[in-house]
């Protein structure tokens, strides 16, 4: 009798082990990506309902669906290099997310992120941490209307794979002259540069003619830029898209 049972006990545990999705997702991002969800309280308003809706994107907790212990490569605003299930892309826009992103947080573990959209959330006019240089590999970042404060940290110059980034609608942001000449200097490959609404008081608008020759579109409305800028911005070979609504220049 138990000489059968134990054959068919072995056999049952090999059909549910197979059967069980295999798990993707890096360990190390499994864990980085649950502190990060952890450190926020989720909190929804009305008016980023709003600005959600006229951007086309929805307005929920994506992160209120992740459960520890399943495969973060299906968590919602989760994507991952199919090959090795380190975590690629994360898309937590419109996504309730109210706290602060201290310097020590586990997102900037997350070492092999491409993409990373925290737009409209509430970061409570705290700093942007200057630990966003550690995601070496961003081709994408997008913080725009995110409640970020203080000023933009210089070492955002140094994410020199940016395609694309979006600063835009932090109201109480501050961008020195040193910080945009090092972007302008070293975001060579970028094509979109969106930082409309920041505070650039201090700013000399011409910086801006040395922008990587690749860009498409810069977007600066009501930025308090000042200044006579010249004609020569309209030379950049690929520009398609140029808002300086609302700047006195
Ligand atoms: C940034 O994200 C917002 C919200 O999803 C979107 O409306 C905006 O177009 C994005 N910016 C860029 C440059 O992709
Ligand atoms: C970050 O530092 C604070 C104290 O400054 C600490 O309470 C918190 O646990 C740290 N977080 C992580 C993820 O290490
Ligand atoms: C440009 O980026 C590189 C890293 O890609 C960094 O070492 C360097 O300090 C950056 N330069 C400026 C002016 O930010
Ligand atoms: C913009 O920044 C300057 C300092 O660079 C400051 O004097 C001014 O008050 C700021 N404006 C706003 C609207 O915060
Ligand atoms: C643009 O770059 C050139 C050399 O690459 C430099 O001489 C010039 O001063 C720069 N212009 C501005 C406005 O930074
Ligand atoms: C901008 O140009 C106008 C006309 O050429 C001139 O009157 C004005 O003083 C200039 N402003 C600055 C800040 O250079």
């Not at 309730?96 to 997102?107: C, K």
């Not at 969106?194 to 600066?220: E, K, Q, T, V, Y």
């Amino acid at each position: 009798m138990s000489s059968l049972l134990i054959p068919y006990l072995f056999i049952c545990l090999l059909v549910s082990v197979s059967s069980s999705a295999p798990q993707l997702c890096s360990q190390h991002d499994a864990a980085a990506l649950f502190h990060f969800k952890s450190s926020f309280s989720l909190y929804g308003v009305l008016s980023d309902y709003l600005a959600c809706e006229l951007a086309g994107s929805k307005y929920y907790p994506r992160t209120i669906s992740w459960k520890e212990g399943a495969d973060c490569c299906s968590w919602d605003g989760v994507a991952c290099d199919p090959l090795n299930g380190h975590v690629i892309s994360l898309d937590l826009t419109c996504s309730w997310l109210r706290g602060s992103i201290p310097s020590n947080s586990t997102l900037f573990l997350l070492r092999h992120l491409r993409k990373l959209n925290l737009a409209f959330n509430d970061f409570g006019d705290s700093d942007m941490p200057s630990e966003f240089d550690r995601l070496a590999g961003l081709e994408y970042l997008n913080l725009s209307s995110s409640s970020f404060g203080g000023h933009v940290p210089p070492q955002v110059s140094h994410l020199s794979k940016l395609v694309s980034l979006d600063l835009s609608g932090n109201y109480a942001q501050t961008l020195d002259e040193n910080t945009l000449e090092a972007l302008v200097n070293n975001l060579t490959v970028a094509r979109h540069l969106f930082l409309d609404r920041i505070n650039m008081s201090s700013i000399d608008p011409n910086l801006f003619m040395n922008l990587s020759s690749s860009l498409r579109s810069l977007s600066l409305k009501e930025c308090d830029l000042r200044g006579n800028m010249s004609g020569d911005i309209f030379h950049l070979p690929e520009l398609k898209l140029l808002n300086l609504g609302g700047t006195k220049t």
